[in-house]
């Protein structure tokens, strides 16, 4: 059965500070590595999607990696700003197309 | 084209009522599943579809039914609801085609049971 786990549970930061959050899984056996926001009250944000044959994938000021052998993702947030405060989930993909969630990181980027 | 959409959006119940949640896509997806999401927590998958017609459980299956009888519609039946399933509760997508593709998500529906 996969296990997500995400370090650190919740995280402040000052705002323009680079950061980054931690994702491991127990089963390598995935096809992707989806990174999500959300907000609190909110839904799901698709954020990045990582294919488990990829290394990297950026977008803006974000970028994931995945170290698929060693179970684990990181995602890498550059010059933080107050809108990004949010809960960040990380779910890998495994047979039967099924997500396992890690427990998120809260994130306050503070002004 | 609107993606996954759920209905309804928020719900009361009192203990022993049931109700039925729906989930609708319009992308022609194949795979379907309901997650549930506790505060604090992250999402846990209740039922999945693989396809019309056909259901499978996923990891807190109990209190929960599912059918899939159309392809774009996915239902979540609680047949007698008890306060341990006032939660958050989202519908995904995803396509079986391609095995990397993206899960889509619907904005959620807000169940309290009292």
């Known amino acids: 059965k996969q296990e997500v786990t995400q370090i650190p549970a919740a995280l402040s930061v000052p705002e323009g500070e680079n950061l980054v959050l931690n994702c491991s899984f127990t089963?390598?056996?995935?096809?992707?590595l989806q990174w999500f926001r959300q907000d609190p009250g909110k839904g799901l944000t698709s954020l990045l999607l990582?294919?488990?044959?990829?290394r990297e994938q950026t977008s803006g000021r974000l970028n994931a990696s995945l170290d698929k052998s060693s179970g684990r993702s990181t995602l890498y947030i550059a010059a933080s700003q107050p809108g990004d405060s949010a809960t960040y989930l990380c779910?890998?993909?495994?047979?039967?197309?099924?997500?396992?969630f890690g427990s998120g990181t809260q994130l306050t980027v503070l002004p | 084209n609107a993606g996954v959409t759920q209905t309804p959006k928020f719900r009361v119940l009192k203990t022993g009522q049931s109700m039925t949640l729906l989930c609708a896509q319009d992308?022609?997806?194949?795979?379907m599943y309901w997650y549930r999401q506790d505060p604090g927590m992250g999402l846990r998958l209740i039922h999945y579809?693989?396809?019309?017609?056909?259901?499978a459980k996923g990891e807190v299956p109990d209190g929960y039914n599912v059918s899939r009888l159309k392809k774009q519609n996915f239902l979540l039946g609680l047949e007698s609801a008890a306060p341990s399933q006032t939660s958050v509760y989202f519908c995904?997508?995803?396509?079986?085609?391609?095995?990397?593709?993206?899960?889509?998500f619907g904005p959620g529906t807000r169940l309290t049971v009292t």
């Open positions: 579809s693989v396809g019309e017609g056909t259901t």
């Open positions: 089963d390598s056996a995935i096809y992707n």
């Open positions: 990582i294919q488990s044959s990829q």
């Open positions: 995904a997508s995803v396509s079986r085609g391609d095995r990397g593709s993206e899960q889509y």
């Open positions: 779910a890998p993909l495994g047979s039967a197309r099924q997500l396992t």
């Open positions: 992308m022609n997806h194949e795979y």
